[in-house]
């Protein structure tokens, strides 16, 4: 079984801070791809921002130099966080945690989505 549990999100102000977390929790499992997507309002769902077990990081145009990505990789808990800056209306939106996720034994991935939380800017 694998648990993702988001925390973080609110409402902030244009130039205001928020840090979202997303922990993998389970058994049996290792964690490759860890990352963070958005989905605004009558739009698509699309990658902010993601982060491999090795710690390389992929940003979208949009939040480069705002946002950053980190990891930390317990025996049986990946955690991912955003740390997001200098926050802007158009970054109002539900951000979901993702984790591709490895079986042991398994060399296929599967993809598992957090729950999803709020995060909106106001101006």
């Known amino acids: 079984q694998v648990r993702l549990a988001q925390s973080g999100g609110g409402l902030v102000q244009a130039g205001g801070s928020l840090r979202l977390s997303c922990a993998a929790s389970?058994?049996?499992?290792?964690?490759?791809?860890m990352g963070w997507y958005r989905q605004a309002p009558g739009k698509q769902r699309e990658l902010v921002t993601d982060i491999t077990s090795g710690g390389n990081t992929n940003y979208a145009d949009s939040v480069k130099g705002r946002f950053t990505i980190s990891r930390d990789n317990a025996k049986s808990t990946s955690t991912v966080y955003l740390q997001m800056n200098s926050l802007k209306p158009e970054d109002t939106a539900i951000y979901y945690c993702?984790?591709?996720?490895?079986?042991?034994?398994?060399?296929?991935?599967?993809?598992?989505w957090g729950q999803g939380t709020q995060v909106t800017v106001s101006s």
């Open positions: 993702n984790a591709r996720i490895l079986w042991l034994g398994s060399t296929a991935e599967n993809s598992f």
């Open positions: 389970g058994s049996r499992f290792s964690v490759n791809r």
